[in-house]
Each structure stands twice: as structure tokens, then as C-alpha cells.
């Protein structure tokens, strides 16, 4: 059987944001173990001039459901950006999670071709074939932002591994 775009795309956005999910609890369960307020790490950046870990929670969740939403044609549901906890930044990611599981197969299987424009910055657009914009552009912008909130509670001590970013709560 071949491969689909919606089996490219679907199970790997839900099961990132997952993992994802899951080093957020990681990161609750050692600020508990170190005393410490978790919600702390909500500004920690690696650099002075990147996004706060809550901007790339926010930014892996836009991408996941956003991609899904132009791989299918459909409308993404709006999300305020307001998000200043870690439960607030667990809800996101489980609402983000909830709306995924909605998105249809059907609809998006067969639009490999179709093309998808999005934003790239303020007031530009890019254009691309459905199968490359999942490729090129929507795995790995979700991708980047997880990582890097990965990379952010591992610097900041959570005791985080491959087998949490890779497999979640599975290799628990």
C-alpha cells in the first residue's frame, strides 16, 4: 500500500504534540522534585533575540494545526495566544490534539498537488504543492518548535532524554 498525506501528516503532528504533552508533565514533575515554581521556565530562552518557551509551544501547536488545516483545505480553528502557565500550555497542546483528531482523512488525501499558500512573515505568502508544503515546510516548522521547547527544558535541568522526544509517554 502507499503511503497517503494524510498518514504523512496526521499521525506525525499528533504524535509530536504527544511527546510534546509529555515533556511538559516531565517538566511540572521536576520543578515539584526541585521546589520550584514550574512556570518559570514559561520566558526561558536559549538566546536574547528567540521567542519564550510559551511562543514555541504556541508556534509547534499553530503549525501542527495549521498544516493539517491547509493540507485538508479547511479552516484552523483560532487560538488566542494568551497562554502564560504551564496548565494553560498543556490545554493548548490537548486542544490542539482534540481539533487534529477531527480533520478527515478523505479530505486531505489526494491533494498532494493542490496548491497550498501560507504566510511567511508579515504581508508575504509562499506558494507550494500540498506533498512539498508537508515536507519542506509544515514537518519541519512543527518540528523546529518542538525541538526547541525540548532543548529549553533540557537546558534548564528537566531530566529529559531522546526516548521522551521521540516516544513520549510510549517509552516511559
Known amino acids: ?3 497517503t498525506l494524510s498518514s504523512a501528516s496526521l499521525p506525525v503532528f499528533q504524535t509530536a504534540l504527544t511527546n510534546l504533552l509529555h515533556c511538559l508533565e516531565k517538566a511540572e514533575a521536576s520543578a515539584t ?3 520550584f515554581d514550574v512556570n518559570v521556565l514559561c520566558a526561558a530562552r536559549l538566546a536574547p533575540d528567540m521567542l519564550p518557551f510559551t511562543a514555541q509551544i504556541r508556534i ?3 503549525a501542527a494545526k495549521n498544516g493539517a488545516a491547509r493540507l485538508a483545505g479547511i479552516e484552523a480553528p483560532k487560538f488566542e495566544d494568551n497562554e ?4 494553560e500550555l498543556k490545554a493548548r497542546i490537548a486542544k490542539t490534539l482534540d ?3 477531527t480533520v478527515p482523512a478523505t479530505a486531505i488525501d489526494g491533494r498532494e498537488a493542490a496548491e497550498i499558500v501560507f504566510p511567511v512573515g508579515r504581508d508575504k505568502t509562499r ?3 500540498g ?3 508537508l515536507k519542506h ?3 519541519p516548522n512543527m518540528f523546529f518548535h518542538v525541538v526547541t521547547a525540548y532543548a529549553l527544558l533540557r537546558h534548564n535541568g528537566v531530566d529529559l532524554g531522546k526516548v521522551d522526544y521521540l516516544a513520549g509517554p510510549q517509552g516511559a
Open 60 to 62: 509547534a501547536c499553530d
Open 1 to 3: 500500500m502507499a503511503i
Open 84 to 87: 502564560t502557565t504551564f496548565p
Open 131 to 133: 506533498e512539498a508544503y
Open 137 to 139: 515546510y509544515a514537518l
Open 33 to 35: 522534585a526541585r521546589k
Open 127 to 129: 506558494s507550494m504543492p
Open 99 to 101: 481539533w487534529l483528531a
